[in-house]
């Protein structure tokens, strides 16, 4: 893959645009990335003025002039704050669904901008932007998948897929939990901010998954255990992670219990998670996230052309 600064003509763009950072590909005509490159302008940050720029400023030197170019765009960008609310696709049904793609007004006539949907869930209440393409990318490369799909990020989704669908899922708001108790709660003078303890975080698992509702208590004990017999910073980091994965486990139990689970995820999270399953005696199998969300913007890009053709 060329550097982000070499000139490549792309066949086509793709765009994981999230709440904090954007990610955009140059796409060649065979869904291969030839060129990549980030930056910091995330959903959050702008207005909605301030997405076109954004993304020209990042892309402006894959574009061929003699045509318009694609763009296909997933994440935070179709939500109701972002550059234009995308409809949501909803459950049981297949990870877009039969929403047509949402096209923003663009000032530059050298691109065509098409946002994902989203995918939400009536009953109980729950909604994902993003995790969804990155699921259909998994049923694009195993379209037979029957299963569960863990995603493990700031709010970690699982999601029951089977027959091409994904029939349900839910949400845990692990990620956002640490963050929050080790670094504005009375665990930040207790917490490091990296350091780590297998044998620790095996522990909290292990005693969380028989008494989750002692995790709370448990919780204040590093704070207790540090004051009164020294627990390093990195063992009271491990296991905060252990009591809190420990509980999504115990809440998640009806999705993964007895069921295939692929891993989709950023390496060290999804390692945490694994680690734990494995104390259970289950094999998830992982699958690189950056890889999945191509995989799913590559199958949206070829729906996109298959729609063009019947029109």
Known sequence: MSPANDWVAADWIAVDWGTSNLRVWAMDADDRPLAETSSHAGMSSLTRDGFEPALLDLVVGWLDLTRVTDVVACGMVGARQGW?????????????????FTRP????????????????????????????????????????????????????????????????????????LFALLSSASVLRHTVAADGWSDEDFAVAVEETLVRPERASARMFGLRAEALLAELSSERSRARLSGYLIGMELAGARPYWLGRDIVMIGARRMTEAYVAALRLGGLAPRIHDATEMTLAGLAAAHRQLLAERQHQ
């Open 84 to 100: 234009a609310e995308a409809e949501y696709a909803t459950v049981p049904g297949p990870p877009r669904g039969p929403q047509a």
């Open 105 to 176: 007004r663009v000032r530059d006539g050298g691109i065509a901008v098409h946002i994902l949907p989203g995918m939400r869930q009536d009953m109980p209440p729950d909604v994902m932007r993003g995790e969804e393409t990155q699921i259909a990318g998994l049923l694009a490369r195993e379209p037979g998948f029957d299963g569960v799909v863990c995603l493990p990020g700031t709010h970690t989704k699982w999601a029951h897929v089977s027959a091409g669908e994904v029939v349900s899922f839910v949400t845990f708001m692990t990620g956002e």
